[in-house]
C-alpha cells in the first residue's frame, strides 16, 4: 500500500507534486494572513509554489492543485456559475467533498460574489433519507438559488432540492458544460459576507453560521500569526471534512492564507483506514494536523506494531479540537507513536467554534499540555475547580488548559446572571471579538439568544479560568458532542419518538462521560408496556430508528411513565433528567438482560 | 473471479461477526447499522473489510442507499462481476 505512493507513481502528477513541496518562492515575500478578502489572499497565495494535494482512500496522490491552479479554475467557474443564471449575493449549496471541484466551486463563489454554503455528504449507511432530510433543511435555511455537487450525489441532491424547492440543481460536470459568461468577477469586498456554515442546530431547525470576510480574514490571521505560528516550511495535513469549522477554516482557508501546502486524506477514507493518516504524514513529514480526541485514539487502536515503521518527527502540532480534550486518550497516543518519534509537546489543545469563525484560543505551542486535576465534590457540588493530589482517580476529575484567546479577542467566565467569575470558579464561557460571526442567517431570534449587545456571544460551554488562560469543562447546552460530531438530542428523540407506542415527550436524549473518557449516548424513553419480550422489542426497535436517522450507537433504557422532569413552560429538562438518572432517581424498569442499570452503576462508582 | 450470492452473504456474515458479539442471527432483510446496533467506527471498518476482501471500491452515495444484508450483497456481486 505504501509502496504505491512515491510522488512519480501518480502518472502526470509526479512534476506537480515536487512543485508542491512548501517553498518560498525567489523575490516572493510570504504573508501570515493580512488580507483583507479571501480572494486577495487567493490571488496572493497564487503567485507562489503551493497548494493541494488529494491522496485517494488507499494513500495515491490522486490530484494536485496548486494556488495558482485553483485560482485560475475559480475564476472559469464564476463565470460558469454566472452562466447557471446564479447572481451577485444569491446562496449556493455546495457539497463539500475533498476534491478539487469542491474547492474551485466555493472560490469560484469568493470571485462573483456569491455566498457558498458548504453542505455535509452522506457517511452513514443505510443513510440516504437522513441525508437527503438534513441538506434539504439546509438548503432551505439559506434560501439557495441552487445546489452544486458531484455526480454520483446528482440523485439525493435533486431529491433534496425537490424537497426543498430549489429550482437549480447543477453536477460539477455539467457545470463544467456551461459557456463562460462575461462581467461575472466581482470578488466581496471586504465590508461583504464570505460564507454561510451549517454546523448548528438540529436537523428540522439547521441555522446558518454568517461569517463576513472581516471575521473570517481576522480569524486566519490569528491561527496563522499567533496560533500555530505558521512557518515557510510548514507543511499541513487534514481528514476533516470541509462542511465543518475546523476543516475548512483550519485546513483550506487558513493555509490558503498562509500559503502553505495541504495534503488530504477524504474523511470517509480516514474512517474506513485511519493509520492511513499516519502513514501519509509519514511519507510527507507533514508539520501541522488537527483532529478531535477520537481521531487519536482510533489511530492509536489501530497502529499496532506498524509504529516503529513510521515517521512522524516532523509533526511539530497535533492539534486538538472539536470535542472535549481528554489526556488519557492522548497519552495512549503518545505512548503508541513514541516509536514513530511522535514527540507529545506537539499536542496543542485549542478552542473554538464555528460562531467565532473556528479559534477562540490555543494553549502554548512547544510545550506539554497543562493538566489540571480537580477535586471532585468541590467541582460537582460548589462549582469550583479546587486543585486535588488525591491520588484516587474516582475523586478526582482531570481537565486541560486550552490557552489564552487570540490577540484582539476577549474572553471571560460569568454565572447565570452575567457576573464575571473569578480564577477557578465554573461558569457560562462568553467571547468577543473580530472573528464573531455576523449572526445566524435570517435567524434573528436564534442569533439574539447568544449575541448580546454589549458585544460578547454565550458560547453555551462551560469552564473556568486557570492563571488567565480557559479549562472547558462541558457545555452548558444541550448539544452532545460524539465522535467529533455535533449531534442535537432533540433529532434522536425525534426519531426515538416516531417508534409505536412512544410519544412525543416520551424520551430524553443525553450524553454520559464512560470508562476511558468515551462518550456514550443515553436514551431514556417512557415504556407503558410490561410484557418483558415486548420491551426487549422496543428497545431494539428505539435503538434501530435512532441509527437510521442519526447514525449513532445508544444505549437504550427503558423507565417508568410520568418520570422524565419538564420545566415549567412545559420544555423537558435534559440535564435535570441526566442528574436524576445518575442519582438513580429515575430507575430502569426490570427487564431481563440489561436496561441501563450497569450505565448507572459505572458512572456512580 | 465470480462468487455466488450465496458465497458472498457466508463471506458478508464471516466479516460481520467482530461486530456481531451477541451473535445475532443474520438474514437476508437484516438491517446492518440499525439492527446489530454498530458504531459509525465499526460500521466502517466492517466497510473497508469488505472492500479489501473482494478488492472493490464502494462509493458514498451506494453505501448511504445500502440497508440489509441482501443490499451489500447486491452491491459486492454487481462489483466483482
Known amino acids: 500500500m505504501v509502496s504505491r505512493y512515491d510522488g512519480t507513481a501518480s502518472a502526470g502528477n ?74 451577485r449575493g444569491d446562496r449556493v449549496a455546495i457539497v463539500a467533498e475533498t476534491g478539487p471541484d469542491f474547492m474551485a466551486a466555493f472560490f469560484a463563489c469568493q470571485y462573483a460574489g456569491i455566498i457558498p454554503c458548504p ?33 454520483d450525489l446528482a440523485g439525493h441532491l ?14 460539477h460536470d455539467e457545470l463544467r458544460n456551461l459557456p463562460e459568461k ?18 448548528s442546530g438540529s436537523t428540522s431547525d439547521p441555522k446558518g453560521v454568517l461569517i463576513s470576510q472581516r471575521a473570517i480574514c481576522a480569524n486566519t490571521r490569528g491561527i496563522l500569526e499567533h496560533g500555530m505560528r505558521m512557518r515557510t516550511d510548514d507543511r499541513a495535513f487534514s481528514w476533516l471534512p470541509l462542511y465543518h469549522d475546523m476543516g475548512l477554516v483550519g485546513f483550506c482557508l487558513s493555509p490558503m492564507m498562509g500559503q502553505v501546502t495541504v495534503d488530504y486524506l477524504a474523511t470517509p477514507a480516514f474512517a474506513r483506514r485511519p493509520v492511513l493518516w499516519l502513514t501519509l504524514m509519514s511519507q510527507n513529514r507533514n508539520t501541522v494536523c488537527y483532529a478531535p480526541s477520537f481521531g487519536y485514539d482510533l489511530a492509536a487502536r489501530r497502529v499496532n506494531g506498524k509504529a516503529k515503521e513510521l515517521d512522524l518527527s516532523a509533526w511539530r502540532i497535533a492539534g486538538i ?58 467541582y460537582k457540588l460548589a462549582g469550583r475547580a479546587m486543585p486535588s493530589d488525591n491520588p484516587d482517580p474516582q475523586k478526582t476529575r482531570v481537565f486541560v488548559s ?96 416516531q417508534v409505536e407506542p412512544l410519544r412525543s415527550g416520551d424520551v430524553a436524549a443525553f450524553a454520559l462521560e464512560g470508562s476511558g473518557g468515551h462518550e456514550k449516548v443515553v436514551v431514556l424513553a417512557q415504556c407503558r408496556l410490561k410484557d418483558p419480550e415486548e420491551m426487549e422489542d422496543l428497545r431494539t426497535r428505539i435503538s ?50 440489561k436496561n441501563g442499570a450497569e450505565l448507572q452503576a459505572a458512572v456512580n462508582a | 473471479m465470480s462468487r455466488s450470492r450465496e458465497e458472498i452473504f457466508e463471506k458478508l456474515v464471516e466479516l460481520l461477526a467482530p461486530f456481531n458479539p451477541e451473535g445475532k442471527e443474520l ?17 466502517m471498518d466492517f466497510i473497508m473489510e469488505v472492500e479489501d476482501e473482494f478488492d472493490i471500491d464502494i462509493p458514498l452515495n451506494v453505501l448511504s442507499e445500502t440497508h440489509t444484508m441482501d443490499d451489500l450483497v447486491r452491491v459486492v456481486a454487481e462489483r466483482i462481476s
Not at chain 1, 49 to 59: A, E
Not at chain 1, 348 to 376: C, H, Q
Not at chain 1, 560 to 586: D, H, N, V, W, Y
Request: include cysteine; aromatic fraction near 6%; charge should be negative.
Open chain 1, 321 to 378: 479540537g472539536g470535542d472535549m480534550v481528554r489526556p488519557e486518550i492522548l497519552q495512549a497516543f503518545a505512548t503508541a507513536l513514541a516509536p514513530a518519534g511522535f514527540d507529545p509537546k506537539a499536542f496543542l489543545p485549542s478552542y473554538g467554534m464555528a460562531e467565532m469563525s473556528l479559534a477562540i484560543s490555543f494553549a502554548e505551542l512547544e510545550t506539554p499540555m497543562k493538566v489540571d486535576r480537580v477535586d471532585r465534590a468541590q
Open chain 1, 544 to 593: 434501530a430508528a435512532v441509527h437510521r436517522a442519526v447514525g449513532v450507537e445508544c444505549d437504550i433504557v427503558l423507565v417508568p411513565p410520568k418520570s422524565l422532569p419538564f420545566t415549567s413552560s412545559g420544555k423537558l429538562s435534559r440535564s435535570k433528567a441526566r442528574a436524576m438518572f445518575l442519582a438513580g432517581e429515575i430507575l430502569p424498569l426490570q427487564i431481563p438482560g
Open chain 1, 182 to 199: 462575461e462581467g461575472a468577477i466581482a470578488p466581496f469586498r471586504p465590508d461583504e459576507v464570505a460564507y454561510i456554515q451549517y454546523s
Open chain 2, 27 to 43: 438474514h437476508p432483510d437484516t438491517e446492518i447499522a440499525a439492527e446489530l446496533n454498530i458504531d459509525s467506527v465499526g460500521v
Open chain 1, 402 to 497: 486550552c490557552g489564552r484567546p487570540l490577540p484582539g479577542h476577549e474572553l471571560k467566565v460569568v454565572d447565570r446572571k452575567g457576573r464575571s467569575l473569578g480564577e477557578r470558579e465554573i461558569g457560562h464561557i462568553w467571547v468577543k471579538g473580530p472573528s464573531m460571526m455576523d449572526g445566524y442567517y435570517r435567524n434573528p431570534e436564534a442569533t439574539a439568544e447568544v449575541m448580546r449587545e454589549d458585544g460578547f456571544m454565550d458560547t453555551g460551554d462551560m469552564g473556568y479560568l486557570l492563571d488567565g488562560e480557559i479549562v472547558i469543562t462541558g457545555r452548558a447546552k444541550d448539544l452532545i458532542l460524539y465522535h467529533g460530531r455535533n449531534i442535537w438530542p432533540q433529532d434522536i428523540e425525534w426519531a426515538a419518538e
Open chain 1, 158 to 171: 435533486a431529491d433534496a432540492a425537490r424537497a426543498a424547492g430549489i429550482p437549480v440543481v447543477l453536477t
Open chain 1, 119 to 151: 453542505m455535509p455528504y452522506p457517511m452513514q449507511i443505510g443513510g440516504r433519507d437522513a441525508y437527503i432530510a438534513r441538506i434539504a433543511a439546509m438548503m432551505r435555511a439559506a434560501h439557495v438559488r441552487a445546489a452544486l455537487g458531484p455526480a
Open chain 1, 14 to 87: 509526479g512534476e506537480d507534486a515536487l512543485r508542491l513541496l512548501p517553498v518560498h518562492v525567489e523575490g516572493q515575500p510570504r504573508r501570515a494572513g493580512g488580507f483583507s478578502t479571501l480572494s486577495e489572499g487567493l490571488d496572493f497565495a497564487a503567485r507562489g509554489g503551493t497548494g493541494f494535494n488529494f491522496h485517494s482512500p488507499r494513500g495515491r496522490l490522486e490530484h494536485v492543485l496548486s494556488y495558482a491552479e485553483l485560482r485560475e479554475r475559480a475564476l472559469v467557474t464564476a463565470g460558469r456559475l454566472a452562466a447557471a443564471g446564479i447572481a
